[in-house]
C-alpha cells in the first residue's frame, strides 16, 4: 500500500511539472521572446502572491529576480506583463487606444455594470450619444474653476461643522476614522448633494465594502468579501437612481442645486429618456475612486507632519502667509490653493510612500514589441503605475519620507505618476488636491498635534491602512 502511495504521488508530481512546463512555453513559439517569467501554478498561477502579498514587495521580488522592470505572469487566469518605470509609464499613456485598450477586472464589471471584453454596442442610438455626454460634463465640473464655483462655500461648511464635531474640545483621537468620515461627507455633498450625517453613516460601510471588492475573489457566495461587496453596489446605485429621480422632479420645478448629479442630470435629460443606470453607476465609480484615497493620503500626511517638527513649521509658515493674504475667515479659491506649494510637496510624498491605487490593467490590441521583448495580442497588461515609487533608481533613500525630493530635484518624467496619465488620467486629480489642501490649511491654523504610535503598523496588501487609526494628542491654538 504505501508503495503504491509513493508510485501515485511520484505520478502527480511529474504530471504537475510537465503542466506547468507546457503552460510556460504554450505562447514561447516562433523567435518571439517574451519577457522573463513563468505563469505559476496551474489555475492559481501567481494571482495569490498579487492580491495578498504587499504590491510592492511583490513587483521587488520579480525585478530582482528578473533584473527587468518587465516580466511576464498569470494573474486571473490571464496571461499578463507587468510593467513599469518611466519608459513604460510613458508607453502605456501615450499609446491608448493605438496599442493598448483598457481591460476591466471580472469584480469591476460585476460591481459597476461595465462590458465584457468583446462586447461590441450596437448602432449608435440617441441615448448612445446622450450617455456618451455625461463624462463631458463631468470633465468640466470637476475643473478647478468648477471646484471653486460648486465647493467653496460647501466644503468650508462641511469643514467648520467637522472639526467643531470633532475635534475641538478633544484631547486625544485617531485621525483616520475622522477623515474617512469627513471624505464621505464631502463625496455625498459634492456628488450627490446630500448633507445629512445620518444618511452618509448609513452609507460609510457600503462604500468599504465596495473598494475592497475590486481586487476580491469574484466569488459571489455570502460571507465572502465580493459578496458583500455587490451587495454594497447594489444598495449604493438603487440609492443613487431614486436620487436622480427625485432630482429630475426638482429640476422641473425650477429648483436649483450645485451638485454634480444634478449637473449631469440637467445636461442629458431630455425630457423623455433618462439613463439612470449608466448614470448611477459614473457617480458611484467617481465616489469609490475619490473617497478612500484622500482619507488614506490626508491620514498619513497628518501623521508625517506630526513626525517631523521641519515639516509641521514650514507649513504652518506657508498658511500663516496665505491666511495673512486672504484674511482668516475668507474661503479658499484655486490661487490660494496654487500657493500651498511645499504642502503639496508633502502630499505627493505620502502618496509616493502609501500609493492608493497600485495599477491599472489594459489589453495589447495588436503585437507590441516593448524594450526587446514581444506582447501578443490580446495578452494582459498590469501598468503597475507605483512600481518607481519605492525604487532606489528614482529616489534616493526611497524608503525614507522627505517632501524636498519634490521641491529640489523633481522626479523625471514619467517616474511618479500617482493620477495616472495620458487620455485617462484619473479626473478627479484637482478634486483630490483641493479637497486635501483646503483640509490641512484648515487643520493646521486650529491645532497643533503630537503622534501617539510613531511605529504604527501599515496593513493592506494592495491598500495601506493604519493598524490603529494613526492616534494624536491635540492642543488648540
Known amino acids: 500500500m504505501d508503495y503504491f502511495m509513493q508510485s501515485l504521488l511520484l505520478i502527480m508530481i511529474t504530471l504537475l511539472v510537465i503542466s506547468i512546463f507546457v503552460l510556460n512555453k504554450k505562447y514561447q513559439g516562433g523567435t518571439k521572446t517574451l519577457p522573463p517569467g513563468t505563469f505559476g501554478w496551474p489555475i492559481v498561477n501567481e494571482t495569490y502572491q498579487f ?56 469584480t469591476q464589471r460585476m460591481l459597476f455594470n461595465l462590458p465584457d471584453p468583446g462586447y461590441q454596442p450596437k448602432k449608435a442610438a440617441k441615448q448612445d450619444s446622450v450617455v456618451a455626454a455625461a463624462p463631458v460634463k463631468i470633465l468640466g465640473f470637476l475643473k478647478p474653476e468648477g471646484l471653486v464655483r460648486y465647493m467653496g462655500c460647501n466644503i468650508e461648511s462641511i469643514m467648520h461643522q467637522h472639526f467643531m464635531e470633532n475635534w475641538e474640545g478633544k484631547t486625544e483621537l485617531k485621525v483616520y476614522p475622522l477623515v474617512k468620515n469627513f471624505a464621505l461627507s464631502l463625496a455625498f455633498q459634492f456628488y450627490l448633494g446630500i448633507d445629512d450625517p445620518l444618511h452618509v453613516a448609513k452609507f460609510a460601510s457600503k462604500f468599504d465594502d465596495l473598494y475592497s ?13 465580493f459578496h458583500r461587496a455587490m451587495k454594497a453596489a447594489n444598495e449604493i446605485r438603487e440609492e443613487i437612481q431614486l436620487l436622480i429621480k427625485k432630482k429630475i422632479e426638482d429640476l422641473s420645478k425650477g429648483i436649483v442645486m450645485n451638485d454634480l448629479l444634478a449637473h449631469i442630470v440637467g445636461a442629458v435629460e431630455d425630457g423623455k429618456y433618462v439613463p439612470k443606470i449608466e448614470i448611477s453607476n459614473i457617480i458611484m465609480g467617481l465616489m469609490n475612486s475619490s473617497y478612500t484615497p484622500i482619507a488614506i493620503t490626508l491620514a498619513f500626511m497628518i501623521r508625517h507632519i506630526g513626525l517631523g517638527p521641519h515639516i509641521y513649521q514650514k507649513i504652518v509658515s506657508e498658511h500663516a502667509e496665505i491666511r495673512e493674504s486672504k484674511g482668516a475667515d475668507a474661503t479658499l479659491d484655486w490661487e490660494s490653493i496654487q500657493k500651498m506649494k511645499y504642502t503639496w510637496c508633502v502630499a505627493q510624498e505620502t502618496m509616493r510612500l502609501y500609493p492608493t491605487a497600485p495599477g491599472a490593467f489594459r489589453e495589447a490590441v495588436t503585437d507590441i514589441t516593448f524594450e526587446g521583448f514581444n ?30 525630493r519634490f521641491e ?34 484648515n487643520l493646521i491654523t486650529k491645532f497643533s498635534w ?25 492642543r488648540p491654538l
Open 408 to 441: 529640489e530635484n523633481v522626479p523625471g518624467p514619467y517616474s511618479f505618476i500617482p493620477f495616472g496619465g495620458g487620455a485617462r488620467s484619473c479626473p478627479g486629480k484637482d478634486y483630490t488636491r483641493f479637497v486635501i489642501l483646503t483640509f490641512i490649511h
Open 375 to 404: 506582447i501578443p495580442k490580446g495578452w494582459k497588461i498590469f501598468w503597475a503605475m507605483m512600481g518607481t515609487n519605492k525604487n532606489e533608481k528614482y529616489f534616493d533613500e526611497a524608503e525614507s519620507f522627505d517632501p524636498s
Open 51 to 106: 492580491l495578498f502579498k504587499k504590491i510592492d514587495h511583490f513587483l521587488q521580488e520579480k525585478h530582482k529576480k528578473h533584473s527587468s522592470e518587465i516580466f511576464m505572469t498569470k494573474l486571473l487566469g490571464e496571461p499578463t506583463v507587468v510593467l513599469s518605470g518611466p519608459n513604460a509609464n510613458k508607453f502605456v499613456s501615450t499609446n491608448e487606444p493605438k496599442h493598448v485598450k483598457v481591460w476591466y477586472l471580472k
Open 213 to 225: 471588492g475590486i481586487y476580491a475573489v469574484p466569488a459571489n457566495i455570502p460571507g465572502t468579501t
Open 450 to 474: 503630537q503622534v501617539m504610535l510613531p511605529h504604527e503598523q501599515v496593513l493592506g496588501s494592495l491598500v495601506p491602512v493604519p493598524a490603529q487609526g494613526i492616534p494624536i494628542r491635540i
